[in-house]
């Protein structure tokens, strides 16, 4: 612990010291050793204060004073036998000299300022916070699930079970029911050091419990092989299939039937990526199996759809110029062929082609604030079938994502494809898709999502069929309770607007709980 502040330059202690210093100079000059030592031992034992700061010291027959007091400043002569110890004597003296004269330096004499936490023994501490890292808060929102270990892969089931209502009206036609529907999601992640395979699947099932309507059961399942091979290079393999029942809104759709057809797709493909320094190239194949079943009309027919079933394939290939890691234009190109089971279907018609397609963009990644890629170019296909025309248009195609604000994202995509018809003597149509998804956080274990979108379906000018264009809008909560439930709830509007023919409309809302691991 350091020494106290001195209040004065001049403290009692130090005041006794400098008189006795005094004292002692003049009797050195004026009397002799005896009378020296005399006096000295008179002005101690008169000081208190001195007399307790003193040390004592053996006289010059190595007796110890009776009063306990030495001699400041004593010496003496050379030949003198007392002075054989002189050594120790000078020593211990000056000793006592810098203690009773208070000859320790001060703080206030030198100028030396000590820092005053130097000198509490309650010293500061940091505050709490600063001492111990702060915790993220936890966000049951994103927070993903730990899974379930299965050998090197982690399983990631969701269920969800949910009941609705829906009402749906097609010109004078309307149908209202309700039902129960399970929808499962699963994702499946390799945990290799090198390489990855992830498996996802999601599926919905439906069963009505009142009123009349068609049930549309929906399944799904991809798996994506990536390869991290030397020298910037990644393969992928991908492979995956997808049930569904055929809407009743599509325009290839059978009018009037208690059921549609059910559709199965088989995709299998393979790519490769590679960087080139500033360039990046990436080339790919893809093949697609579709396979219609039979629809049942309403008075109990049943039509074969077989002459629909079809194998296609494109192969694609890009190319980009880095200007930044943040901004990367390319030039896309694509071929390809689809080749139907049945060389014409029931009405006469060779619905087989080909089709080409070039795009330029630019791939654009700030982070999470915004990324995405926007592309413009052009499509065409042609069918083997001189009574078809060919199908052209102008492409544009958009995927950003842009985060304005912390807990809110924003999707917006575009869309353009070329959709063959199996309508008799109508080649296809051409379908423009613009959708928006909106995702805020209400809350930290409340979120709100919102969708909307639009889709046109044009057609060529000298087809029967007219144009359409559906509208397409949907809200939803979703309610953490904790990392492994939640509970949810959705309503949504379908329109369906025809420029021929009745307009078509499609209410749905519903609640339910989604299990978590």
Same mark, same amino acid.
């Given at each position: 612990?350091?020494?106290?502040?001195?209040?004065?330059?001049?403290?009692?202690? *130090?005041?006794?010291?400098?008189?006795?210093?005094?004292?002692?100079?003049?009797?050195?000059?004026?009397?002799? /050793?005896? !009378?020296?030592?005399?006096?000295?031992?008179?002005?101690?034992?008169?000081?208190?204060?001195?007399?307790?700061?003193?040390?004592?010291?053996?006289?010059?027959?190595?007796?110890?004073?009776?009063? +306990?007091?030495?001699?400041?400043?004593?010496?003496?002569?050379?030949?003198?036998?007392? %002075?054989?110890?002189?050594?120790? &004597?000078?020593?211990? /003296?000056?000793?006592?000299?810098?203690?009773?004269? +208070?000859?320790?330096?001060?703080?206030?004499?030198?100028?030396?300022?000590?820092?005053?936490?130097?000198?509490?023994? %309650?010293?500061?501490?940091?505050?709490?916070?600063? *001492?111990?890292?702060?915790?993220?808060?936890? %966000?049951?929102?994103? #927070?993903?699930?730990?899974?379930?270990?299965?050998?090197?892969?982690?399983?990631?089931?969701?269920?969800?079970?949910?009941?609705?209502?829906?009402?749906?009206?097609?010109?004078?036609?309307?149908?209202?029911?309700?039902?129960?529907?399970?929808?499962?999601?699963?994702?499946?992640?390799?945990?290799?050091?090198?390489?990855?395979?992830?498996?996802?699947?999601?599926? &919905?099932?439906?069963? %009505?419990?009142?009123?009349?309507?068609?049930?549309?059961?929906?399944?799904?399942?991809?798996?994506?092989?990536?390869?991290?091979?030397? $020298?910037?290079?990644? !393969?992928?393999?991908?492979?995956?299939?997808?049930?569904?029942?055929?809407?009743?809104?599509?325009?290839?759709?059978?009018?009037?039937?208690?059921?549609?057809?059910?559709?199965?797709?088989?995709?299998?493909?393979?790519?490769?990526?590679?960087?080139?320094?500033?360039?990046?190239?990436?080339?790919?194949?893809?093949?697609?199996?579709?396979?219609?079943?039979?629809?049942?009309?309403?008075?109990?027919?049943?039509?074969?759809?077989?002459?629909?079933?079809?194998?296609?394939?494109?192969?694609?290939?890009?190319?980009?110029?880095?200007?930044?890691?943040?901004?990367?234009?390319?030039?896309?190109?694509?071929? +390809?062929?689809?080749?139907?089971?049945?060389?014409?279907?029931?009405? +006469?018609?060779?619905?087989?082609?080909?089709?080409?397609?070039?795009?330029?963009?630019?791939?654009?990644?700030?982070?999470?604030?915004?990324?995405?890629?926007?592309?413009?170019?052009? #499509?065409?296909?042609?069918?083997?079938?001189?009574?078809?025309?060919?199908?052209?248009?102008?492409?544009?195609?958009?995927?950003?994502?842009?985060?304005?604000?912390?807990?809110?994202?924003?999707?917006?995509?575009?869309?353009?494809?070329?959709?063959?018809?199996?309508?008799?003597?109508?080649?296809?149509?051409?379908?423009?898709?613009?959708?928006?998804?909106?995702?805020?956080?209400?809350?930290?274990?409340?979120?709100?999502?919102?969708?909307?979108?639009?889709?046109?379906?044009?057609?060529?000018?000298?087809?029967?069929?007219?144009?359409?264009?559906?509208?397409? /809008?949907?809200?939803?909560?979703?309610?953490?309770?904790?990392?492994?439930?939640?509970?949810?709830?959705?309503?949504?509007? $379908?329109?369906?607007?025809?420029?021929?023919?009745?307009?078509?409309?499609?209410?749905?809302?519903?609640?339910?709980?989604?299990?978590?691991?």
């Amino acid at each position: 612990m350091g020494h106290w502040r001195h209040t004065s330059s001049l403290t009692p202690l *130090r005041a006794a010291g400098v008189a006795v210093s005094v004292v002692l100079a003049g009797l050195e000059l004026a009397a002799p /050793t005896s !009378a020296l030592a005399q006096s000295a031992r008179t002005a101690a034992s008169s000081s208190p204060l001195s007399q307790s700061a003193y040390i004592a010291t053996p006289d010059a027959t190595g007796d110890q004073p009776d009063d +306990g007091t030495a001699i400041p400043g004593a010496t003496a002569s050379a030949d003198d036998p007392a %002075n054989a110890n002189d050594g120790t &004597a000078n020593a211990t /003296t000056a000793t006592t000299r810098q203690t009773t004269s +208070g000859d320790q330096p001060s703080d206030e004499t030198t100028g030396s300022i000590l820092d005053e936490d130097m000198m509490r023994l %309650n010293t500061r501490e940091a505050p709490l916070d600063e *001492r111990r890292p702060r915790k993220p808060d936890v %966000n049951l929102s994103t #927070e993903e699930t730990p899974g379930i270990r299965v050998g090197t892969f982690v399983l990631r089931p969701t269920v969800t079970q949910s009941i609705n209502t829906e009402t749906q009206k097609d010109g004078d036609v309307k149908q209202t029911r309700a039902f129960l529907e399970t929808d499962m999601k699963t994702t499946l992640t390799s945990d290799w050091a090198l390489h990855q395979l992830l498996i996802t699947s999601e599926g &919905a099932w439906q069963k %009505n419990v009142s009123g009349e309507g068609e049930e549309q059961p929906d399944f799904r399942i991809n798996g994506d092989l990536r390869l991290d091979l030397p $020298e910037e290079t990644t !393969a992928h393999i991908t492979g995956g299939y997808h049930f569904y029942r055929e809407d009743t809104d599509d325009p290839n759709a059978i009018q009037n039937a208690d059921q549609q057809s059910d559709v199965q797709e088989f995709t299998l493909g393979a790519s490769i990526e590679r960087d080139f320094g500033i360039l990046r190239g990436s080339t790919g194949i893809d093949f697609t199996r579709t396979i219609y079943s039979d629809a049942t009309l309403s008075d109990g027919t049943v039509v074969s759809l077989s002459d629909r079933d079809q194998t296609s394939g494109t192969l694609r290939g890009r190319i980009g110029y880095e200007l930044s890691p943040a901004l990367i234009p390319f030039l896309e190109g694509n071929v +390809g062929k689809t080749v139907y089971d049945q060389t014409t279907d029931v009405a +006469g018609y060779q619905r087989s082609g080909d089709s080409y397609g070039a795009k330029v963009g630019v791939e654009v990644d700030l982070g999470e604030k915004l990324r995405g890629e926007v592309g413009v170019g052009y #499509e065409i296909a042609s069918f083997d079938d001189n009574r078809l025309s060919d199908i052209d248009a102008t492409v544009l195609d958009a995927s950003v994502r842009w985060s304005p604000l912390r807990g809110t994202d924003i999707d917006f995509g575009l869309q353009t494809s070329l959709q063959p018809s199996t309508t008799p003597g109508v080649a296809g149509y051409i379908s423009r898709a613009m959708t928006t998804t909106v995702t805020h956080q209400l809350r930290d274990n409340l979120v709100g999502t919102f969708l909307g979108g639009i889709t046109l379906r044009d057609y060529p000018s000298d087809s029967t069929i007219s144009d359409e264009t559906v509208y397409t /809008t949907s809200a939803g909560l979703t309610w953490n309770i904790n990392r492994y439930l939640d509970l949810t709830s959705t309503i949504g509007y $379908e329109l369906t607007s025809r420029k021929v023919g009745a307009d078509s409309q499609q209410w749905r809302a519903g609640v339910g709980l989604k299990l978590k691991r």
